[in-house]
């Protein structure tokens, strides 16, 4: 259920009936103290200032018209016009029960739509570095979270797998193939694309050879389309490896690489040209934005094809979203790319919006990111000063949460630690990217995302341990429990309406693409559970009703933060 919505609706409503203009918005929020009562709306001054009224005065009326009836227990009016809301706790009572019964903890069902996720995106022949981990991580959650709305994803991983460097690779496959049939240095991809460049650089025939193939490529030629297939698997292979390690959802069939999209490339330039949106300059295609200005202040020429009849980055991402458009019948597109990126797509979108390649009600979306820094407030790099490698970071994650888990759990069987310490370890990674608001930069560092006490991955784990084994230790079954959630005491009122908040917080996740706004929520509902828990005691409450009753919290509570764990992509064990 979302609260923010039902309360909304009812104030807006009693909001116009009072004489407010009819496009008055109540914004309604969730406190931030108890003593403004659970809920707080604050359009009142806004609404009177656009209707000429006095604000107390318009609050008043609305207040009077207002009608929430077995919602509220109080409604106030505060300061120049706030109005509080403070929740009936049987209302709450009855919903939190319902939620538990609930499929979907009683979210409420969405219109679905197709919503494309374009990311991980790593580049062939090259190893996945850090710089792709956040993208990977974000925007798995953000397809987790959007899929158990109950949307229809697309998950769209745009590999860079086209592009004049494919001459160089094909040449240096070819000549690594000849030299040592046996394995050969592609399990080091980085080292690969490395000496590929050494050689084209220093190696007229070699150089002359790697251009020819571009070209032969390009054509369609077997051999050449053969040897990059083979570039593309090697590097895919390698990559899915990484995706199941961080127990994200990408599969092979989401590959929906820059290659795809080749074919449309002339077409969209033509296109361009002869409705007079591109024109030639210097031999080059390009397309002048009003929106961007250059170093001169006069429209900023993106181009589109270069002299020598290549194609761009910005094309591609052009026909990209046309597909995704046509295709795909997208309704919303979210790109997890990092901010550098960011004027690389406006001009992109600039160009596919003038040329009305994808209607205006389809919505495409930068969910930027920033940096990963490491404590130094540098750019995270290695002790040597290279680029720190995913699989690296990810090994030294497993062997740090090994050492954690085992000093904790000494008697623990061999084969569960494994599972805890793979849990904790990869999640502690995640979680700590998750966590921070995905715009900024963020600071890397293990001792933080491996603590048991604050927002870190071990923590919510350990929380979610400690709520499901109460059910464990008194052999409880949940079928069980016939009689009703009843809220007494103020934890457990406050826990069960930050319960209610669930649908609330997804949905806002789901909005803006901000994965921390679940996280905040987590941690939030086990610091409550935990005064809870030490206040209100549980299997031996002074009746059986209570007994109960705080059971069905403790499980509403595991619940939740089980499936808010999942929609993170973070997972949970039994203990630890
Ligand atoms: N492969 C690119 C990179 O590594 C990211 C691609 C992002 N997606 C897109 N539609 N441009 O920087």
Not at 68 to 88: R, T, Y
Not at 348 to 358: D, E, L, N
Not at 555 to 567: P, S, V
């Amino acid at each position: 259920m979302n609260i923010q919505a039902i309360l909304s609706g009812k104030i807006s409503s009693a909001l116009i009936a009072a004489g407010a203009p009819t496009d008055s918005e109540a914004h309604v929020r969730q406190s931030a103290k108890a003593q403004f009562g659970d809920y707080q709306a604050n359009g009142v001054m806004a609404a009177a200032k656009k209707a000429g009224m006095p604000p107390r005065q318009l609050a008043e009326k609305v207040v009077n018209l207002l009608d929430l009836q077995g919602i509220a227990s109080k409604v106030e009016i505060a300061g120049p016009g706030f109005i509080n809301i403070f929740l009936d706790k049987e209302w709450v009572a009855t919903n939190t029960e319902n939620a538990l019964k609930a499929e979907k903890l009683g979210i409420s069902p969405v219109e679905p739509q197709t919503i494309i996720i374009d990311y991980s995106a790593p580049n062939v022949a090259k190893q996945m570095h850090i710089g792709h981990i956040r993208s990977t991580i974000i925007g798995d959650a953000a397809a987790r979270t959007l899929e158990f709305l109950g949307h229809k994803v697309i998950r769209a991983n745009h590999l860079g797998d086209w592009g004049t460097q494919f001459g160089m690779l094909i040449a240096y496959l070819e000549k690594v193939q000849n030299e040592n049939a046996k394995d050969m240095a592609l399990a080091d991809l980085e080292e690969f694309y490395r000496a590929a460049k050494k050689n084209y650089d220093e190696d007229e025939e070699f150089a002359i050879r790697a251009r020819n193939y571009v070209v032969k490529l390009q054509g369609g030629d077997e051999y050449c389309r053969n040897m990059w297939r083979k570039l593309v698997e090697i590097t895919m292979s390698q990559n899915q490896a990484t995706y199941n390690r961080l127990n994200v959802t990408l599969t092979e069939k989401d590959v929906m690489g820059e290659s795809l999209y080749n074919d449309m490339l002339p077409g969209i330039v033509a296109d361009l040209k002869q409705r007079g949106i591109a024109v030639e300059s210097d031999g080059a295609t390009v397309v002048y934005l009003d929106e961007f200005k250059n170093k001169e202040g006069e429209p900023m020429g993106i181009i589109i094809q270069k002299k020598d009849g290549g194609y761009l980055y910005t094309t591609t991402d052009i026909a990209c979203a046309k597909y995704r458009h046509e295709v795909l019948n997208a309704d919303r597109v979210l790109y997890y790319i990092d901010s550098r990126q960011h004027q690389h797509l406006m001009q992109a979108w600039s160009i596919v919006r003038k040329a009305g390649y994808i209607p205006e009600s389809m919505s495409l979306e930068h969910h930027m990111f920033g940096m990963m820094l490491g404590k130094d407030g540098k750019p995270f790099k290695t002790r040597a000063g290279g680029t720190v490698k995913l699989s690296d970071l990810l090994d030294e994650a497993i062997e740090r949460a090994d050492m954690l888990i085992r000093e904790k759990n000494p008697d623990m069987p061999e084969d569960e630690l494994k599972k805890v310490v793979e849990a904790v370890g990869i999640g502690a990674v995640k979680y700590a990217d998750l966590s921070k608001s995905r715009t900024t930069d963020y600071v890397f560092d293990w001792d933080n995302m491996l603590a048991f006490d604050g927002n870190t991955a071990p923590y919510m784990q350990y929380a979610y341990t400690r709520v499901s084994s109460i059910f464990k230790r008194a052999e409880i079954d949940e079928n069980s429990l016939t009689l009703p959630i009843v809220l007494n005491e103020e934890r457990e009122q406050a826990l069960a309406t930050r319960l209610l908040q669930f649908e609330e917080t997804i949905i806002t996740v789901a909005r803006e693409g901000t994965p921390h706004v679940m996280c905040a929520y987590l941690y939030d509902l086990a610091g409550l559970f935990s005064g809870f828990y030490e206040h209100c005691p549980i299997l031996n409450a002074e009746s059986e009703e209570l007994r109960q009753s705080r059971l069905k919290l403790a499980l509403l509570t595991a619940k939740t933060l089980k499936q808010g764990l999942d929609t993170l992509g973070i997972q949970t064990v039994e203990r630890m």
